[in-house]
């Protein structure tokens, strides 16, 4: 049981150092140039599922470069969580294995016997 604790306060404690989280995708773009060996770019298409829509924006790089940390940003975090969730649905099957061993320890021959039910009167 500690052990579980504190792996979860580790997650939970990793998670909450991640400071810059964002949705959507970054992809980087090359155009071709003057001279095939040397494409133009690269150009950033930033994309989002916003309101219903994909919503699609060009972006320069200072802006590409944040917005590459959010990303991962919000990639890690839900990496952790994944992790935190399969931790706990561990613990939680672990925890009914336990109970039900010590539910189904007792011999039948120790329990006490059902009572016999008597027939109804009319």
């Not at 494409?39 to 916003?50: A, E, F, R, S």
């Not at 060009?58 to 944040?66: H, L, S």
């Amino acid at each position: 049981m500690r052990n579980f604790i504190e792996q979860r306060q580790v997650i939970f404690q990793k998670m909450a150092r991640i400071d810059q989280m964002e949705y959507g995708s970054l992809q980087a773009e090359y155009r071709p140039g003057t001279d095939p060996e040397h494409p133009l770019g690269p150009y950033y298409k930033y994309q989002v599922w916003q309101d219903g829509k994909n919503r699609s924006e060009r972006v320069a790089d200072p802006r590409a470069e944040q917005l590459h940390k959010a990303l991962e940003g919000r990639q890690h975090f839900e990496q952790l969580a994944r992790e935190c969730i399969e931790l706990t649905v561990q613990h939680t099957r672990q925890h009914q294995t336990d109970t039900d061993a010590k539910r189904n320890s007792r011999s039948r021959s120790a329990r006490k016997p059902l009572p016999k039910s008597r027939p109804s009167s009319p």
